[in-house]
């Protein structure tokens, strides 16, 4: 369901330790909200030389920059503003040990979209919060309900 | 218009035969709802060794996972969930010879964007069922009009 | 803020100097609007052989083909269709040189999404027109406020 694009240069995100300890944290982040592992999918885009332009310019080499995409599907939130502080905050809180506190400077943005045209290996996924959705935590793969 | 991002894995569509099937199955798919074949985009984007992970963790090899991001443009859906569920069963239909029957495990979401900022080589593409859109499919390019 | 994906076909932006053009051309669109120039990312994603099917076929060698997306967050237009047109003329304006001119097709669509789930270096993007936002221009960086 969360769908993450990470455009990152090079230089950043080389070794798949580092992707791996990023697409874990991110995970952790959804099951908490109650939803399973299996939903969140990290795909890590590298931008390698002269391909990612920020202000017209390459980011200086000294100070990559990574810019994040987000597609929520599963949950649309409320609209309210402190329920969008809290989730954009949360993911910030999630990048610090493996964006900010490496000096990347960096950009993230959430889509969300539409549920109803969403499915996993050909199933509906069952709705946010139901037994269903439960057993799909606890089997941590779409099951047929 | 609709535009279809396919993130592979490594030893998934590595033919060019796989990827044209795909492609044509998605255009018939647009064309049989009246569209022209022309406004159908598919990007084959290849998560080469470990770039993509699912729960934290890169998809078992054996096990391949292909995740599809579809941008619906000149037609929004009635806010029907009869509509949305028939819409989504015919992309599951269609995808099911190139992704389910491989074995492969997959995930797809559909989002829809606002036609006013659309554009193909600088024309505004005409009113969904119009003349002027058949006559697009008839020459399958943007005429002028 | 504008992110803007560029999939582009082999023989198509291989130098550096020609993205950096339509980067520049891009961003001088956003800071005309008032918005700092480092809000602007143009990733250059080439889809080198066949990996891009346009109604089911690879494009001609001859006649290269240029999918364009663009995400805005910091502003979403007014329901006008005077602004809507306004707003998508200008950008097929800046394209112009880079991909019309050079005998390319092309198509682009813009997605709308929302301001609240945007973040940039950690740090909520201060409101369009604020002084903070002229500050942020100023300085071309995300600053503390």
Do not use: C
Request: glycine fraction near 4%; aromatic fraction near 12%; charge should be negative.
């Amino acid at each position: 369901m969360p769908l993450w694009l990470i455009f990152h240069p090079d230089g950043t995100f080389e070794d798949d330790a580092s992707k791996e300890a990023l697409a874990t944290d991110i995970t952790s982040y959804y099951v908490n909200v109650g939803l399973p592992p299996f939903y969140v999918t990290a795909n890590f885009i590298k931008m390698s030389g002269n391909t990612m332009y920020v202000g017209g310019k390459p980011p200086a080499k000294d100070k990559p920059f990574v810019r994040i995409t987000v597609d929520h599907i599963a949950v649309t939130l409320p609209d309210q503003d402190s329920v969008y502080e809290r989730t954009a905050n949360r993911l910030n809180d999630l990048l610090k040990p493996h964006i900010a506190d490496k000096g990347y400077d960096w950009e993230f943005h959430v889509d969300q979209t539409e549920r109803r045209l969403w499915r996993i290996n050909g199933v509906v996924p069952p709705p946010f919060k139901s037994e269903e959705e439960k057993k799909w935590v606890k089997e941590n793969k779409a099951v047929p309900y």
